[in-house]
């Protein structure tokens, strides 16, 4: 795969001269991976080096952003009216306000990344709609996402909300106590909230090691594989839904591709042995 399968503009938007283009950006590399246009040469080796030396990368991508459609759209129908998008990424189709206000019109959903360039798209998207927002900010920093102003007008703290977390706590080094922070949320939420989560992970030493080693190679701020057992401290505390439409398996963490697709039997892991890095994932309430 090379630069050229990539539809892209290397061309930083003016309203954003101070972007650091000398390391990648997880959200773009992601972008790059799901064959997005919103990212840079930059990102695009990066993500290309991921491939290289673990193919299926990019399809893995892709199967986890088709994950949170179908998560969004379960979390939707169950009642829950407000969602707060952690680690967001870049807008791309089949974005969490559509999914949720498809069921729910007006729908509140707060979007939160470090980057400055999904605030820039993000705001951009969502300038008509007021019942959906961007803000910037670390995602550790509970106190100012749950404080932000535009959070507070748009979030109802006194109903569930549904914490989304999708590909996002392996970019945390264990000293920033990643599932902490999930904790912290959830101990401001109201009962009947949930999480929709995903973790990249696998249950094999070394290729945890070399998939980590490559993306801290690249230059950009990242965490690291777990295992699936170290991914599922998350659920900590929360009820786990089966992951099958039908709710005949048990309600554990699976490999994201299987999660609640019709007529496919949910897998702890993937099918193929040799397939030794993939996403855990699952939704639970509180």
Known sequence: ???????????????LPGIDLSRPSIARMYDAGIGGKDNFEIDREAAIALEDLVPGTFAMARANRDYLSRAVD???????????DLGSGLPTMENTHEIAQRHHPGAGVVYVDNDPIVLAHGRALLAENESTTVITSDLCDVDRVLGDADTERIIDFTEPVC??????????????????????????????SCLVY???????????????DRVH?????????????EASRAFEGMRLVSPSPSGDFPAV????????VPGVEPQRRPADAEVLIWEHAGVAFV
């Open 198 to 212: 995903s973790h990249i992970v696998s249950d094999d030493e070394e290729a945890a090691r070399s998939f980590t």
């Open 163 to 192: 914490v989304m977390l999708v590909s996002l706590l392996h970019c945390l080094p264990d000293d920033r106590d990643p599932f902490g922070v999930v904790r912290a949320y959830f101990d401001r939420l109201a009962p009947g």
């Open 74 to 84: 379960h979390v939707a129908r169950s009642g829950v009216r407000q969602y707060i």
């Open 217 to 229: 190679s690249s230059g950009a701020y990242w965490g690291r594989v777990r295992t699936p057992d």
């Open 1 to 15: 795969m090379h630069d050229s399968d990539f539809a892209t503009s290397d061309t930083v938007p003016p309203s």
């Open 253 to 260: 963490a699976v490999d994201c591709s299987t999660w609640r």
